[in-house]
């Protein structure tokens, strides 16, 4: 993993967009920066038009005023690829470049990501501007970085997409008779004869093939990987010594597969943009960030994009006092190398002017470019992000998610993988235990419990290696829907959960979605686990060893209800441990080898989740709202909510330089190096 370069410290800073203003606002934003304690900025990244005016023509003559004032003023340059807004007189010389949707209808100019990224113009285009910018600034000692493109993510149907679609194909399956089996192409008359027949998965009259539109996305993740590597290899011989990134955006509308992409950048980056407010805001916020440093591998990554403000959703809502420097925080906690804003200055017009900026349109007379600043300073103090300690795994793979937003038929249009897996981090989060994320086919092995949340696909080889890690003395907590279908969408046959039936020592003869929840009950009562007395401090997890978490005789269990999901479940070799209301089987234990699974078949409320990982030897002993996140002997200490808390860690702030004993006041938040004699 590579750093920008000649950056000391933490990154702080934004994208910078000074063509937007006039040429007397740079010196102005330059001073404003420095007051700030901002180190980097991203310039370009929307800028293609005023680079290259015309096609072949540049005008580089602002940008180098730009570059020069930067880098006079002590402010290091992320240098962008502006390919993600191609300008007008491409899309009016290139109209076959423009990107189709599914219903054959081509989008025209006039936003931004009007491309495709399979058409031949248009990669052309993208590599001369590339070229342009590396040779022009390969010397300039403001560059640090190259932030190649913005955000992929957008989709193209047309007939550039469909050639490298097919190519794709052939290349995937080798002949048609693999593809037809792995498709199921004998349902509904389907079968491909001949290559030219295949699409991209057009609207139909009807619903489409699941297996088709899934590798739809697993090629489109590729196609738009092969245009950053080209980009990412040209700069890469311009500028052998500089790192290059591109910053992922979640959403579930984005073909990235980021476990792959994350193996091709030097340096993974973000953006993150909660959609709630509030605690639900610092949830998402260590779910995004605890994302990213999984898919670095565990090393330090970077948030390359935030807000001041809250700009998604019906209303765009400011930050509270304080938010802007915790959720900054959270994100450095679980091992960002800084944090960046989108922007820094918020636009005075466009289709995002009421974006929030780091110096807002009141100016930087205003309570945001207080904080701003006020963060800059507390983010000098604070030393290169270390290793963060996470002893749960939750097992994420957007293939699966892909799947289940296909448009074939499902059993209910309730089940939702990504907050599936959200409830996982943040029951986990609530309770002071901080999470990695792993790939179905990774080593877990050092993972005391792994969490497997509606995992739909799952191939042999992950079932094989989720076998191996409890076999070897692991806990997997499987949720309903888990292994039921490989990857190719096909269900596995013979019971659910096909590929973990023998693992979790259960055959589900039948998915029973619920209209309305209903009470799980039986003769045994689960309830939370009592801590272990060596308990781990809040922030680690403190996995013990499986408890019976049991008491007899009571009618009704701690699970509270079962919603949306339920499963008629046979055991074969498993027991139950919570029951239906027909007296079925809804959460079963099964001992493996040396470990043990769990099976939860229906969907539990986030205190019914709570108590089932406590049962299964899973608990922090944190207070929600209260973040602890451990980076070796270094304390995170974020408090979200609006009364003093206690914290597990006595020591002196990095930050304010001040004392901390024991508690930390309402919205406050401390960075304490601490030895073992002075955990509380």
Known sequence: MRWPKGVDGLCYG???????????????????MRRAGVTLVSVGVFSWSRLEPAEGRYDFGWLDRVLDLLWEGGVRVNLATPTASPPPWFSLAYPDALAVTRDGVRLMHGSRDTYCVSAPAYREASLRIARALGERYRDHPALAMWHVHNEYGTTCHCDHAAEAFRRWLR???????????AWTT?????????????????????????????DYRRFWSDEMLAHFREQRDLLRELTPDVPITTNYVLGHWVSVDHWTWSREVDLVAIDHYP??????????????????????????????????????????????????????????????KGAMFFQWRASRGGAEQWHPGMVPHAGP???????????????????????????????????AWWALQGSGLLPSSDIDYLESVRQAHRVLWRQGVTADFAHPSHDVSRYPAVLVPCLYLLSDESARNLRSYVEGGGTLIASFLSGVADE????RVGGYPGALRELLGIRVEEFRPLPKPVALTDELRLRAAPQPENAAPAGTAGHAEAPPGLEAGATSSGLGDGRMWSETVHLEGAEAMARYPDGGPAVTRNAFGEGTAWYVSTRLGDSGYAC?????????????GM????????????????????????????ISGMPVTGVLAPGAFAVVEARAENLA
Do not use: C
């Open 488 to 491: 190719h969408t096909r269900v």
């Open 627 to 654: 973040e602890v996140v451990r980076q070796g002997d270094r304390f995170f200490l974020i408090n979200h909510t609006t009364e003093k808390q206690p914290v597990p860690v006595d020591g002196t702030d990095m």
């Open 275 to 336: 959609s709630a407010t509030g605690m639900e805001a610092a949830e998402q916020t260590a779910f995004a960030a605890d994302l990213a440093r999984s898919w670095a591998g565990g090393r330090p990554w970077l948030l390359m994009e935030q807000a001041t403000g809250y700009p998604i959703g019906p209303r765009m809502y400011g930050k509270e006092p304080g938010e802007i420097a915790r959720h900054s925080l959270q994100h450095v906690a679980r091992g960002s």
């Open 612 to 624: 089932l990982l406590a049962a299964a030897g899973v608990a922090g002993t944190g207070v929600p």
């Open 14 to 32: 934004g994208d910078y967009n000074p063509e937007q203003w006039p040429e007397e606002v740079w010196t102005e934003d330059v001073a404003l």
């Open 365 to 399: 007379d205003s309570r945001v470019f207080r904080e701003v600043t006020e963060l800059g300073a507390a983010l000098s103090r604070l030393p290169a992000p270390e290793a963060v300690n996470a002893e749960v795994a939750i097992l994420w793979d957007e293939e």
């Open 171 to 181: 290349e995937r399956y080798g002949g048609l008779d693999a593809l037809n089996d």
């Open 186 to 214: 004998s349902f509904w008359s389907q079968h491909y004869s001949e290559w030219e027949q295949i699409n991209p998965p057009l609207a139909t009259v009807y619903l489409s093939n699941p297996a088709h539109a899934l």
